[in-house]
C-alpha cells in the first residue's frame, strides 16, 4: 500500500506560481509512476503530469511549458512547479501513483491518490 500526501496549495493571482509536493509512503512494487491530476468544479478529473520511476515525464498540452514534474526518490517526494498560471488552472490537485505504458500513447492505471490541494487562480 501507498499513501500520498500533497501540500503546497494555496490561492496565487494570474501570472504567479505555485509549487506542490507530494510525500510517499509505504510500498508497492507494481508502480512505476507518480504524478499530478487536477478536477475543477463541474468537469472531470485530468492528468497533468506524470513521471516514471525512470524520470520518464509527461504533460498534458494545456501545461506544457509552464508546468515542471519533478521528484526526489531519496525522499520519495513528487513536486510540480506550476509558473505563469491562468484563471483555468485554478483546481483541486491530487496526486497519484500507480503504473503507466507506453504503447504510442500513455495509458495510466493510478491505484493510489491523494486527498488532493486546492489551487485558486485569480485575476
Known amino acids: 500500500q501507498v499513501q500520498l500526501e500533497e501540500s503546497g496549495g494555496g490561492w496565487v493571482h494570474v501570472g504567479g506560481s505555485l509549487r506542490l509536493s507530494c510525500a510517499a509512503s509505504?510500498?508497492?512494487?507494481?508502480?512505476?509512476?507518480m504524478g499530478w491530476y487536477r478536477q475543477a468544479p463541474g468537469k472531470q478529473r485530468e492528468m497533468v503530469a506524470t513521471?516514471?520511476?525512470?524520470?520518464?515525464?509527461n504533460y498534458s498540452d494545456f501545461v506544457k511549458g509552464r508546468f515542471t514534474i519533478s521528484r526526489d526518490s531519496a525522499k520519495n517526494t513528487v513536486f510540480l512547479q506550476m509558473d505563469s498560471l491562468k484563471l483555468e488552472d485554478t483546481a483541486v490537485y491530487y496526486c497519484?501513483?500507480?503504473?503507466?505504458?507506453?504503447?504510442?500513447?500513455?495509458?495510466?492505471?493510478?491505484?493510489?491518490w491523494g486527498e488532493g490541494t486546492l489551487v485558486t487562480v485569480s485575476s
Open positions: 509505504g510500498s508497492d512494487s507494481s508502480v512505476n509512476t
Open positions: 513521471v516514471t520511476i525512470s524520470g520518464v515525464t
Open positions: 497519484a501513483a500507480g503504473r503507466s505504458t507506453f504503447r504510442g500513447s500513455y495509458y495510466y492505471a493510478m491505484n493510489y
